[in-house]
């Protein structure tokens, strides 16, 4: 990922890395091995933002999973590309 973008940033709070998505501080945010607790709240701030949440194969179904992609939208395609190479 680190060669597509300019900068990796991690709070540490999945809850506070959701919400800084939806309000366009990052533009998207990923993490494996969460629990629904850990992204129930940040997933919905992303939806009703606008943006999109979902997990690394692009299904809706990242809570079973337990594997969290969210993105401003715009930019879902090239990210989703991207982490499809290596999970």
Do not use: P
Request: some cysteine.
């Amino acid at each position: 990922m680190m060669q597509k973008c300019h900068g990796l940033r991690r709070i540490g709070s999945a809850a506070v890395d959701l919400a800084y998505v939806a309000c366009g501080r990052f533009d998207a945010y990923f993490e494996y091995n969460l629990n629904s607790y850990d992204v129930a709240a940040g997933a919905y701030l992303v939806q009703q933002a606008g943006g999109k949440i979902m997990n690394f194969a692009g299904g809706d179904e990242f809570l079973e999973t337990r594997e969290v992609l969210a993105t401003n939208s715009k930019i879902t395609d090239e990210i989703l590309d991207t982490i499809r190479k290596y999970f």
